[in-house]
């Protein structure tokens, strides 16, 4: 379950980034999210079960703190980096916003 769960993140970011091929350093970002996935889910799923007096973790208890702090927000580490990479490839350049420019006054009329 731990696992099946922890892929859908990498996946997604894959599946998005398709039509643009695939860049070694996409997959291994992707590999890097699924292993820190598996491992957050499988460390809150073997904890054993949270009694009164478990200790907390930036006021939450440890279960919780392990899938909001390591599914949550830890993620944000690579998914930016990984958006700010891909950015220039698929954004248009000087000479493409010109060229779309021209075309959209074009089927306005103007000129």
Avoid at 16 to 28: D, F, M, N, Y
Wanted: aromatic share 8%.
């Amino acid at each position: 379950m731990a696992v099946a769960i922890a892929i859908t993140m990498p996946s997604a970011l894959l599946m998005g980034a398709r039509p643009s091929g695939w860049q070694p350093w996409l997959v291994g970002a992707a590999t890097g999210l699924a292993v820190l996935l598996v491992v957050v889910f499988g460390a809150a799923l073997a904890l054993p079960a949270a009694d009164g007096s478990e200790p907390i973790i930036a006021g939450l208890p440890r279960r919780l703190a392990l899938i909001i702090y390591g599914v949550g927000l830890a993620p944000f580490a690579f998914l930016p980096i990984a958006f700010a990479r891909d950015f220039d490839s698929r954004s248009l350049g000087p000479e493409a916003l010109r060229a779309l420019r021209e075309r959209c006054s074009a089927l306005r009329g103007e000129r």
